[in-house]
Each structure stands twice: as structure tokens, then as C-alpha cells.
């Protein structure tokens, strides 16, 4: 589980596939990971695998670094299978009972990929407008949450074909947000309790729609 505020972000040093699946090892300012511990990369839950601290003789702004792999489900579900040595991703370790809940509750588990239509700086926000795929458009509501990459957000404005995001420049400066173009693939997590609420009012959606009235 997850919030949703970024802890920091990694740089990837090395992809490769494994036994295991796709393998990335990042580069990050952690130095008490735990293997087998849950990590979010771009909104993503993945295993730490391994983890270790950065030789001291090594000029570099990352004192640690781990290894996660990411199999085939979900290089087919994320923008997983796009990363290349040198892109950077937001990291965000898992929350602890009793944490404050800045964001809000994130499950790690991506529910598609939308793609950035247009990145527009008014005033001291970036509005990004965001194409979502047909079939989560109706989970959202105008000032509701959504995770972009990630990142906690919420919906600035609703479009037909998605949802326009205001970026504040702390944001901005503190995650990989401000380096997204138009073209941009980004990972979505609808809100968890819309979700449930959707499916759960599943069955009275289709009784009304095959009878004349119904009571909830």
C-alpha cells in the first residue's frame, strides 16, 4: 500500500532479462532497503530483489541501489518494457501503519496506460491534459484523486476523452512530471474506492437496465 507522494526518484543503470523476468537495477538514495520488500516505480509494486550501498569511491548522487524484475503480466499492462539505462522513475517505498496519509491510498497496481495530450504552463502549474482509456473515464470525479506515474494527483478538470491535471512546481521539482512531452505514456491508477464502488453497483446498473425500476 501506498500514498502516492514520491520518496524519491531513481535513475536505472542497467536492464537485462533474467529467469526472472525483466530485471532493472536503480540507482537511489535508500540505504536501508530490506530484499523482498515492496517498492512502487512509477507507480508500479514491485519486490526489491537485492539492494546494496554505493561504493564511496564512486562520485554519484544515489548513495544506494536495488534490483527489481517485472514479469510478463505486467511488462504487458505498464510502460514497463520501455525503460532503457538512463531514464529516471519515481520511487516511493511502502507506507507504515501509523504514517500520514498525505496522498492518498495507493495500491501499486496499475490499471492502464494513458498517453499526455498537451503540457501547458499557466501560472505556477503545468496543466497536463490526459488521454484515459474509455473504460476508467467514468471513475473519475472532478476534484478527485488519480495516480500518474505514481504520483498523487488530483483531477483539475474532466475531458471527454479524459481528465486535465494541474502540476504545482514543488511536484514538479521533486518527481519525473515536469519531464513528460506530448506523446508521453504514463501509468493509471483509478482511485481503489471507486473502484469498489463501481463494482459493487455493478448488478443494480444492469437491473435497471433490463427492467423498469429497481430498489437499493
Known sequence: ???????????????ADSPAGRELRLACR????????????????LTVREHGITDPAVTTDHEGWFTVAAVGTTLGRTAIAEWRAGSRVNLERAMKLGDRLGGHLVLGHVD???I??????????????????????SLYVDKGSIAVNGVSLTVNELLADGVQLSIIEFTLNHTTLGDLKPGARVHIEVDVLAKHVARL????????????????
Open 30 to 45: 535508500y540505504t536501508d532497503l530490506t530484499d523482498g520488500e515492496s517498492i512502487a516505480l512509477n507507480g508500479v509494486c
Open 1 to 15: 500500500m501506498f500514498t502516492g507522494l514520491v520518496d524519491d526518484v531513481g535513475l536505472i543503470e542497467h536492464v
Open 201 to 216: 453497483m455493478a448488478p443494480y446498473r444492469e437491473a435497471v437496465t433490463g427492467s423498469e425500476s429497481i430498489h437499493v
Open 112 to 114: 492502464d496506460v494513458g
Open 116 to 137: 499526455v495530450k498537451s503540457c501547458t504552463q499557466s501560472g505556477d502549474a503545468l496543466l497536463i491534459d490526459l488521454e484515459v482509456p474509455p473504460a476508467l473515464r
